[in-house]
């Protein structure tokens, strides 16, 4: 009878002890998680150490409470449109016309307001109606008579801004009613006992962190239960303390100036629903498909067609609103307005992990993106670099993002 002493444990070296060995495995899967989680945790990483290198180089201007309030107006519509991006972009896609269409609506908004005395929700209304009816447009151009994204959305890029200055006649109009104004530049009011921070900002902290938590503690149980690689408990852990670290920051940070920006509750709602549909919801598993093996998705089903009008609807419909908010923000509409938005947002969707190729990318990575490009733009103003080197660098993030990508994706093989 022979001993089996393959799976024998050998045994401990003298001078080392069972609890280094622990230590050294648990590094060793941390490393491993990360390896597996860099496209996903990679643009995090990075945003929080140009927001420390920036905390250094500006002697903590850039952490200032009224500071982060103004990070967050001065981005929030190019987050917006980096959300749609996003989905055009997985979906296989680029739109080249939400700069011009941002300046439409803004122009289309406030022709409706301060011409005809509209009053501002049924201008708002009839705002993302147009942006939806611009989107379905081009959607159908591209869906259904097979014109590439590139030409339609180009050919839209020039006519949207030639009907924004055929509306405004070449002149600045304003000002916007205050109702408006208040989603590009009005805060949470403040109720409740007089303390030194904003409590409603406070409460929605705390709710954004259970939220967040449960999150992910939920989508962990999902992977596990479809035998998904997960991230090591202890990182899991370390990972939910960062999160909720994060979160408590920026939310003292808000209350003790102000209060939470509208537009960042917008931003929010926006983040949490298109988040659920890509992960949960049938369209947003078909947007993925139709992006990652079109030949596949179209034989499991898939109505490609369709799905690529409606990206295209909902991207108008994010564009309109992004030029509410800008417009709002501004107090007035723009021939010149949503210059190079375009551009902003694709960099976002690009640097936040999406793929040429189409088929990869999150909503809360177009988010991180957009933050990347927001606080370079931030703090090389508090630094005082001039817009000629911001470009450069700026340029050369995006170059490094998706060369990034073509590199993990010749690691990896696929």
Known sequence: MSTDVTNTPAEAPPGKSGSNDTGENLVRLMLDGMRRNMRQYGMLIALGLIVALFAVWTGGDTLLPHNVSNLVLQNSYILILAIGMMLVIIAGHIDLSVGSLTAFVGAF??????????????????????????GSVQGFLIAYLGIPSFIVTLAGMLIFRGLTEILLKGQTLGPFPGGLQKMGNG??????????????????????????????????????????????????????????????????????????????????????????????????????????????AKLSGVKDKKVTFYVFLNMGMLAALAGLVVAARLNAASPKAGLSFELEAIASSFIGGASMSGGVG???????????????????????????????????ALLAAVGFDVWNKRKSGS
């Open 187 to 296: 805060f949470l009011p403040e109720v409740g006992p007089t303390t030194n921070y904003h409590n409603i900002t406070l409460l929605l902290g705390l709710a954004v962190i259970v939220f967040v938590v449960l999150q992910e503690v939920r989508d962990r149980k999902r992977q596990q239960e479809f035998s998904l690689d997960v991230l090591p408990a202890k990182l899991f852990l370390l990972k939910l303390v960062a999160l909720v670290a994060a979160v408590l920051t920026v939310t003292m940070m808000l209350a003790s100036y102000k209060g939470a920006p509208i537009v960042l509750l917008i931003l929010g709602a926006l983040v949490v629903g298109y988040g659920y549909m890509m992960r949960n919801a049938v369209f947003g598993r078909h947007i993925y498909a139709i992006g990652g093996n079109l030949p596949a």
């Open 362 to 396: 999150t909503v809360l990575g177009a988010i991180i993106g957009g933050l990347v490009l927001g606080v370079l733009n931030n703090g090389m103003n508090l630094l005082s670099v001039g817009t000629d080197w911001q470009q450069v660098i700026k340029g050369l």
């Open 109 to 134: 908004a406030a022709v409706m307001t301060v011409q005809h005395g509209v009053s501002w929700p049924v201008a708002l209304v009839l705002s993302l109606a147009v942006g939806a009816v611009a």
